[in-house]
């Protein structure tokens, strides 16, 4: 869970890990109610899609370290609450078989300012991807592979 | 009184390498996850990649850590391929 | 119009302006049926928060410039198209009376790449604050004001 | 013929302290943004802060210009103050 800070009210988990579809309307609808200092929320998707580590995907298997998982997020929203005015912060991961265009992941930041929104969910979001103990493995007709990290993704993550 | 142990888990690739999910260990005084991990690779076979293989993940009770951590009795100790989660 | 590059594949309009509040989940309905090629969704939404310029505000009063409004946005979108991988871009900025909590702009961006769907989706947003003509006037019970506008945005339009 | 005009537009802070949303004005040949802010700044009262007052913002048919843009016959050219939009 995330350290409260003045302005941080967060009213349903933080973190979710789900074999379910979520549903980014609703998630907005969370996200915006938060008050009337509130003046922006940025939110991001994941989605599958049909090229990855190779061509013709048509689908993922997602695995987690159940438990580690929740903590590693609740830990990232925590330091974005630190460094960031965040008044909500929202993130779900999805688990198991995904077929194409399937939503993988959400996470959502409101905040008094576009700046902090925009910068607490793409460090959530970064980090989440080299830190988050879920390991991603293609699909494909020919077979399925483990995806490799990619040093863009490490690169990515060291520069917050 | 009961052998000391800890608990060790796999994930992705090397779980399905080492067709294994978790393992019950004995836990010796002053033993590292380094420590550990070349106990496993001395069982052979696709156990040796822990040691000479990909870049091997570590986490001790959920928390990343190093190959020079500590591990000690009771402990949960993970080793994993890189994440790519996201 | 934006220019079309290979991947876009815009089939809404890319820019309204309009009175009407929006629906920021059927926004992001229209981004998210993109295609198989589509990995990431970044969006931005600004609401009318109750401190700005001054404290108590309890709304906004938005006027613009028709026609150089769509047109400046639709380069804006023309411009993060040639920088970026975007597949759909869309912008709704909303004009006139404002309550305390309207949702006041949208910006959505989907991409193959998350990088590229942050980067052109806050590139819209910082450069609109600067070159769009949307003039923006607070409410308060204490009278209403022509908000004045900032260096620190001008400092991060030029950023990119 | 008939003689040759251009349209003025304000708005915002300039269209209300104006009282002004539209003006059609003479266009002589040769003329820029300045010299058309100039004449309007001459007519006294508030319109002296078109050239003494907050930065003034210029578009001509649309399109940001500058002081020293030429303006012709038939442009619709606006004046506003920095935009605060988003």
Known sequence: MPQKSFAYSQTVPSVSIQNADFDAAQEYSQLRDSGAGTGAIATFTGLVRDSGDRQGVTGLFLEHYPGMTEQVIGDLIAQACQRWDVRKARVIHRIGRLPLKSQIVFVGVCSAHRRDAFAACEFIMDALKTSAPFWKKELTDAGEHWVEQKASDVARSEDW | ?86
Request: without cysteine; proline residues 12%.
């Open chain 2, 1 to 86: 009184m009961p052998e000391q142990t800890l608990s060790v888990r796999f994930f992705a690739r090397l779980r399905e390498e080492l067709g294994t999910v978790h393992l019950t260990m004995p836990a010796p005084a002053g033993q590292t996850a380094a420590d550990l991990l070349a106990t496993l690779a001395s069982r052979g076979g696709p156990w040796g990649q822990l040691i000479t293989g990909q870049p091997v993940m570590i986490a001790i009770n959920q928390a990343m850590a190093k190959p020079q951590s500590p591990v000690k009795p009771g402990d949960e100790v993970a080793f994993f391929p890189p994440v790519t989660g996201g």
